[in-house]
């Protein structure tokens, strides 16, 4: 099993999907706590909200492990990053169903309504019930616990956000080093297939023919599976392909950012030399080119 592949395809979900997909992490780890409740502990208001304060908190800064996404990409380890993340979601959602378990016990003396903690709005109605244990007997104790909780709930607006941005700067900064393109090259070419990326490459070159100088035109682009066929018109009709030729192209070819990664993922190169009046002949660039 390609497990970055599968971590590739999960972050590239719609925003909306991956806003679900952690939602319902929480979810499940909430209901593994409300189908084992424990324990008889009860918990204030104020003691509650400063509880679920802590475990945003902690959540949030599961997110500034994304900073570390160009070297996961090189490094083999996406999957786990996502693993990390998922396991972050799953958690949290045990922890705020468990305190929430401790409230609804000082609230209502039974832990069935805990489960109100990850359901939008109602966790209100859980937090706001006056309880039987009373809250921190002084009001700085209670004033930081409510200070707590606002701080988890500030954190997981602003920090995922914040932390995103930077992991995109980040990231496209990194685009820049040759491992770093290749790695994310290569991960849309397993997830995509080869023939589909050769043919990005291919639209990428623009409107065709393009006079490349020199008495150069490149005609046509053509797809043929995992092969890439460049068809050039030479003008000079003595035209020979010369001496040394080929060792340019692979040099040219390997150094591509685009290419490289393309041809190590299996793709031939076949680049075809006509004169106007007579074939020239054709040079092929394979994967064991830029192998070494």
């Known amino acids: 099993m390609d497990l970055d592949l599968l971590a590739w395809r999960y972050l590239n979900l719609p925003d909306g ?6 939602y319902a992490g929480l979810f499940l780890g909430g209901l593994v706590a409300a189908l084992r409740p424990r324990g008889q502990a009860r918990t204030g208001r104020a003691s509650y909200f400063a509880r679920i304060g802590l475990i945003l908190i902690g959540l949030s800064l599961t997110s500034l492990l994304w900073l570390l996404s160009p070297e996961a990409l090189v490094g083999g380890w996406l999957w786990l990053l996502v693993a990390v993340d998922v396991a972050a979601y799953l958690v949290a959602g045990f922890l705020m169903v468990r305190a929430g378990q401790a409230r609804s016990r000082d609230a209502w003396g039974h832990a069935r309504l805990g489960i109100l903690t990850l359901v939008p709005f109602a966790w209100f109605w859980l937090l706001f019930t006056p309880g039987r244990n009373p809250d921190p007997g ?33 990231a496209e900064a990194a685009q820049s080093r040759p491992a770093v ?7 849309m070419i397993r997830a995509n297939g080869l023939p589909t990326y050769l043919n990005e490459v291919a639209e990428g070159l623009g409107v065709l023919p393009q006079n490349l100088g020199d008495g150069v035109t490149l005609e046509r ?29 692979v040099a040219g070819v390997c150094g591509n950012g685009a ?24 040079l092929t660039v394979t994967p064991g080119d830029c192998a070494v």
């Open 138 to 170: 002084h009001s700085g104790g209670r004033i930081g616990a409510v200070l707590l909780g606002i701080a988890g709930l500030v954190a997981t607006r602003v920090m995922p956000v914040a932390v995103a941005e930077q992991a995109t700067l980040r």
């Open 259 to 282: 290419l490289r990664p393309a041809v190590l993922a299996g793709a031939t190169l076949v680049y075809v030399y006509t004169a106007v009046d007579r074939p020239i002949g054709e």
């Open 181 to 187: 393109s290749d790695a994310t090259i290569a991960l």
């Open 221 to 249: 682009v053509r797809v043929e599976g995992n092969t890439l066929r460049f068809h050039y018109l030479l003008a000079d009709p003595e035209a020979e392909l010369g001496y040394g030729m080929r060792e340019q192209i």
């Open 17 to 22: 999907a991956l806003w679900a997909a952690a």
